[in-house]
């Protein structure tokens, strides 16, 4: 019993130092405090900002792209529909989309990269052979191809495919962790022990490999937002839903806004958007790079 309890203090213990460490590295740079404020901003105006505005938006056809006002603070679009609102609802699509292709992405390429670095042999060879594969295939190209059979009607779809193409550089990365990883005293020990290869893997390798793997998977949201973004600008997949692309290709090829001043609100809303998300994700990254770094802590 004294045992339990001792343990159990000490388990409570480490939770305090880890978080009052991570409360000192965010406080050494104000800008990651920003950055993680803007992360929560976003997680909430994606999940509950629809819900504060009516489906369809109203629209004034006295104000079709008109420009920033105290009504308007980013102006109008071409349906006399309101900026903000349109980047507030548009978030649901986008960042949901972009967090299916994270978890895909990390996943499938944390298992693979597991897998091929801990087993080596012919497996390894196999598996690099086919992440090699899938890393000459041109994303764009084939995004493109597949945008003519399949419409991308839902977040979880776009997020589906652009994951299923993008986990082959987490899996290099990860297998390279795995090689590294697998030749250290710990890992010997446990083989020594005889502990099976399920419990090497998910109990000694995945916990040291979890900060590498949780800033990959933050990386991977900037580069969901940004292959979708690019797709509905460039007009090759129908926009159903309102999303920041549509919001850009609809700004630049129907508004003007490159050109008509008074537009010039209804492109900077999306891009704004996507400016200050991944601004957010760097700082966040560079604070986690700190916290899981000893040697950096220490610094």
Request: hydrophobic share 50%; glycine share 10%; proline share 5%.
């Amino acid at each position: 019993m004294s045992v339990l309890l001792e343990s159990s203090s000490t388990t409570a213990a480490m939770r305090r130092n880890f978080w009052s460490g991570v409360w000192r590295v965010m406080r050494r740079k104000p800008s990651r405090l920003v950055g993680a404020v803007l992360m929560v901003g976003f997680v909430f105006m994606g999940a509950f900002g629809p819900m504060f505005y009516p489906d369809p938006l109203p629209r004034d056809v006295n104000q079709l792209t008109a420009p920033p006002s105290w009504q308007h603070w980013l102006g109008t679009d071409d349906q006399g529909r309101d900026v903000v609102a349109l980047v507030i609802t548009g978030s649901r699509y986008v960042l949901l989309a972009a967090l299916v292709t994270a978890v895909i992405t990390v996943v499938l390429g944390t298992g693979v990269g597991l897998y091929s670095g801990f087993k080596r042999g012919r497996w390894d060879t196999v598996l690099m052979r086919i992440t090699d594969m899938k890393l000459t295939i041109p994303g764009l190209p084939l995004l493109l191809v597949l945008s003519t059979v399949w419409k991308f009607n839902s977040a979880v779809q776009m997020g589906l495919v652009l994951g299923l193409l993008s986990w082959g550089g987490v899996a290099r990365a990860v297998r390279s962790q795995t090689l590294s990883l697998r030749e250290r005293g710990f890992i010997e020990a446990a083989r020594g022990l005889g502990l099976p290869t399920t419990h090497i893997v998910g109990k000694e390798l995945l916990p040291s490999m979890a900060p590498y793997i949780a800033m990959n998977m933050l990386i991977a949201i900037t580069g969901g937002v940004y292959a979708q973004v690019g797709l509905f600008f460039l007009g090759v997949l129908p926009y159903e839903s309102n999303n920041w692309g549509q919001m850009l290709n609809t700004a630049v090829f129907r508004s003007g806004a490159l050109t008509v001043p008074s537009g010039l609100g209804f492109l900077l809303g999306p891009l704004l958007a996507i400016l200050l998300l991944t601004l957010a994700i760097v700082l966040v990254v560079d604070a986690m790079d700190e916290i899981f770094n000893p040697r950096l802590r220490e610094e």
